[in-house]
């Protein structure tokens, strides 16, 4: 337990924060653009600055402060602390040894780990994953990424790379996805494939009002209009949202029957739809489950928003310096 | 550690051994038929029987063994005891008190745990898995079934019923499943779905030579007649055990994605078709993988053959035990 900084580089925002890991405690909370275009080096450069500024702004000693936790949106290498792939950062990041390049700057110790991950220790410390033993959480935004903490430990698997729940193949046969499968849940359900479909919608001239919503420009199509559009009443607008909801559920189903948990939280910015993407999924649960008592399965949203990654980032710092 | 009783109830066999779990080695190894048409207080009263018999040839006092494990093919409430569902059996033992009626019988602590589970947890300790923190099993058989041993625990989830990778949905509109489901593993890739192909493709006339090792009786039709097929270069067979690869290949790819395990165990009777079933399955994890680093996962055929039900029951014993 302790102060630790808690990092969330995002594809447009860097968030930080001191954290307090015995209660979640946010201070010094401040957020910079990522501007990922200047490339690697300027971002981890700006990202120290950050860093500095918040324990500045904290006026805490830098000894006081037991180590930094930084959460990275996709793969990486959590041993080796090097950044593999960031597939909404500009040049994806591949191979950039981030982990040293912070211990360098700042001679403190640091970790690495996949920001949806760290959402999913969070959600489970201090969130909307309180009190059980074993979750999924799931972020749906730009990505589908997810999470699983089994019998009260994050679990990480091989190359701490488990909890990819977004390329779950949810349909052998579906659309190619960008890690270069097929059929994953990511290009069914992902805040673009929502989008997708009401651009497909709008262009093929189905009767919906997402596109006066859009005042007829398609670069303002968003699943956050489209959701608008469905709590209007749009028919069309609603069955995008089913069609997500129901390929998320089957990702659910399968989580379900394969390591039956207590609870599953759904979180990240799509999710902020509600009920909307919420109830086709615990209909398709209802619909497909049934070696697991899924009656007994809460399926529920994310309660920290957007800090749970920096938040859990922090607590992972703590947790990988107890080891 | 110590002796056990190790006792795998299946549709066909009841085995039971006496097993010691700090070795695996099996002693006054018995095996009777079911014949679960006289029904489970018939069934019960014979396994009762069987478990005393194998207590007296050990030789062992019944004191010097700490209890007995019962594997049993299908869904149970492991707190209470009670048998909920097996669907290979007649009457599908809904709601037999299993547990009680053991203790009742015999006075000596016992343990129920669904069968695969039980496999799981054997091949764990002295099979496939050995050496490795996190496995996935499947045992491909009438049913398609499986397990998981997650951070060298076996996960049991939400009432005992996790690692039903027989019902993950791989094909969303796929054929309807016993389970009350539709697209379910199962239903594609067992057994009965592997012999059904078979009979489809003699029925229909296809060019293979399936009917004629049959002997023209479509009753012999059998998983291992299309392998015997198969492996004499017969194309149609080939497909089928491509097919049902496939689809144990998605399930895979989910299961690796989703916990990044260090090795999948597959065994089960379907299995012992080997490389023909195993093939499909590695080329579709190529194909399908790319998050998880999917070549430093061994995809393996179990190795404790028909005896890892019962080996794994009486390991289970031992463990719950020691609780």
Known sequence: ?????????????IG??????????????????????????????RMVTLIEEVIAESGQAKTAISGIGIGVPGRLDMQAGVVHYLPNLHGHWQGVPLL????????????LINDVRAMTLAEWTFGAGQGVDTIACL?????????????????????????????QVVEPDGPACGCGGRGCLET????????AMGLEA??????????????YDLNSVSPGLIAEAARGGDAVARAIYDKAGFYLGIAVAN????????????GGGVAQAGDLLLEPIRRTVRERVFIVPAEQVEIVPARLGVNAGLIGAALWAGHSRGR
Chains 1, 2 share one sequence.
């Open 16 to 45: 930080a924060a001191v954290v307090d890991s015995a209660t979640g405690e946010l201070s010094a909370l401040r957020s910079i653009y990522t501007r990922s275009r200047e490339g690697p080096e300027a971002v981890v450069a």
């Open 188 to 195: 069914l359900a992902s805040g673009p494939a929502i989008t």
């Open 255 to 266: 989580v379900l029957t394969a390591l039956a948990p207590r609870r599953i939280v759904i």
């Open 1 to 13: 337990m302790g102060a630790y900084i808690g990092v969330d580089l995002g594809g447009t925002h």
């Open 202 to 215: 709008v262009t093929r001239g189905l009767v919906t009002r997402i596109g006066e919503l859009a005042g």
């Open 139 to 167: 972020a749906v935004g730009t990505g589908v990424g997810g999470g699983f903490v089994i019998d009260g430990k994050l679990h990480l698997g091989l190359g701490g790379v488990a909890g990819e729940i977004g390329h």
């Open 100 to 111: 040293e390049e912070i211990v360098a700057a700042l001679e403190m110790p640091t970790t």
